[in-house]
């Protein structure tokens, strides 16, 4: 009886002690920018808040500036279970889903305001649902800002991008939208962009004030105009399997603690819309072309039929209800 009850003991002391020690959850963050960046910073955020709230439970360990993938191949790393969390660029979904082209349309949003407020409503929120059927799961959109032309002359008018040379992200949207100005798009990863401007590979390429900073792509760019053509976001995404097998109150606090962050990111990519840009100008390595609202009207005119090029993919009741939000 003793070497039983002594066994039993044994069993609960050894058992407890796996409960004791039993490792954290590890969720790996994996995207392709800076630190510095909103996106950089809030994942960083949302580092530190899981660290606070669940100690021992959960540990978020962020990968920034491609070290583990790039935005090409973090989603079917994460189908694999190699990366729990990541925000790719909205562009990077259309093997996915077709609707989330919506958000690279050229002049489709005037303002990041506007493009809070459709992302904010039933409709922007049921397309965070549009990648279930895949395996993947929206958690949030992530602001970066409006987007902004540079290159290596003067853009002011669509004529000015003739036959160059513009580094997209993989979207047929952004495809279109520079044919239509007759230049050429090259698909091509955002680590490398750096490189292709300063050795005069590409042309130019489009962003926002954030990332054209942080990545000094103004140190290369002589000029960069800001156009305000068109926004780019990122989404949160994770996997539906590491999703639902979070245990439901640790993935509840998880969720509250990336809500907290993403804010945190959304107000600093406003901020830096405005200090990056003025820190830009302040170098004097490149010069900002503020276009006439005229010479903006004829970028309008050139790409705005991309719109119906991509309707029925993206459907149009959707492209009208985002215009709609610019009231």
Same mark, same amino acid.
């Given at each position: 009886? !003793?070497?039983?009850?002594?066994?039993?003991?044994?069993?609960?002391?050894?058992?407890?002690?796996?409960?004791?020690?039993?490792?954290?959850?590890?969720?790996?963050?994996?995207?392709?920018?800076?630190?510095?960046?909103?996106?950089?910073?809030?994942?960083?955020?949302?580092?530190?808040?899981?660290?606070?709230?669940?100690?021992?439970?959960?540990?978020?360990?962020?990968?920034?500036?491609?070290?583990?993938?790039?935005?090409?191949?973090?989603?079917?790393?994460?189908?694999?279970?190699?990366?729990?969390?990541?925000?790719?660029?909205?562009?990077?979904?259309?093997?996915?889903?077709?609707? @989330?082209?919506?958000?690279?349309?050229?002049?489709?949003? !005037?303002?990041?305001?506007?493009?809070?407020?459709?992302?904010?409503?039933?409709?922007?929120?049921?397309?965070?649902?549009?990648?279930?059927?895949?395996? @993947?799961?929206?958690?949030?959109?992530?602001?970066?800002?409006?987007?902004? @032309?540079?290159?290596?002359?003067?853009?002011?008018?669509?004529?000015?991008?003739?036959?160059?040379?513009?580094?997209?992200?993989?979207?047929?949207?952004?495809?279109?939208?520079?044919?239509?100005?007759?230049?050429?798009? @090259?698909?091509?990863?955002?680590?490398?962009?750096?490189?292709?401007?300063?050795?005069?590979?590409?042309?130019?390429?489009?962003?926002?004030?954030?990332?054209?900073?942080?990545?000094?792509?103004?140190?290369?760019?002589?000029?960069?105009?800001?156009?305000?053509?068109?926004?780019?976001?990122?989404?949160?995404?994770?996997?539906?399997?590491?999703?639902?097998?979070?245990?439901?109150?640790?993935?509840?606090?998880?969720?509250?603690?990336?809500?907290?962050?993403?804010?945190?990111?959304?107000?600093?990519?406003?901020?830096?819309?405005?200090?990056?840009?003025?820190?830009?100008?302040?170098?004097?390595?490149?010069?900002?072309?503020?276009?006439?609202?005229?010479? !903006?009207?004829?970028?309008?005119?050139?790409?705005?039929?991309?719109?119906?090029?991509?309707?029925?993919?993206?459907?149009?009741?959707?492209?009208?209800?985002?215009?709609?939000?610019?009231?």
């Amino acid at each position: 009886m !003793r070497l039983l009850t002594a066994a039993v003991t044994t069993m609960a002391l050894t058992f407890g002690a796996t409960v004791a020690t039993a490792a954290p959850v590890e969720i790996k963050f994996s995207h392709v920018v800076a630190e510095n960046t909103p996106k950089g910073q809030m994942a960083n955020k949302f580092a530190e808040l899981v660290a606070e709230r669940l100690p021992g439970q959960v540990e978020v360990k962020v990968f920034p500036s491609s070290q583990l993938f790039g935005d090409n191949k973090v989603l079917e790393a994460m189908l694999l279970g190699d990366v729990q969390m990541a925000a790719p660029s909205l562009s990077k979904f259309q093997k996915y889903t077709k609707s @989330l082209q919506l958000f690279d349309l050229p002049f489709l949003f !005037r303002d990041m305001a506007a493009v809070e407020r459709f992302q904010s409503s039933a409709e922007g929120q049921e397309m965070l649902k549009a990648l279930e059927s895949k395996g @993947l799961v929206g958690l949030g959109y992530l602001h970066n800002g409006m987007k902004q @032309l540079s290159a290596s002359t003067p853009l002011r008018v669509p004529a000015d991008a003739n036959g160059k040379k513009f580094r997209i992200m993989t979207s047929d949207v952004l495809h279109a939208q520079f044919e239509a100005v007759d230049a050429v798009p @090259l698909k091509k990863p955002f680590s490398e962009v750096f490189t292709l401007l300063q050795t005069k590979a590409i042309d130019g390429q489009e962003n926002t004030w954030s990332n054209i900073y942080s990545k000094k792509f103004f140190e290369v760019q002589p000029y960069i105009t800001e156009s305000n053509h068109g926004v780019l976001d990122y989404m949160v995404v994770t996997s539906a399997e590491f999703w639902s097998d979070l245990d439901a109150d640790l993935r509840s606090e998880v969720k509250k603690a990336l809500d907290e962050a993403i804010a945190y990111g959304n107000s600093i990519a406003a901020e830096k819309a405005s200090s990056d840009k003025q820190a830009i100008i302040d170098s004097k390595r490149s010069e900002v072309v503020e276009i006439t609202d005229a010479e !903006r009207e004829q970028w309008v005119a050139a790409m705005k039929p991309v719109w119906n090029q991509f309707a029925d993919e993206i459907g149009a009741d959707l492209i009208k209800a985002a215009e709609a939000a610019n009231q």
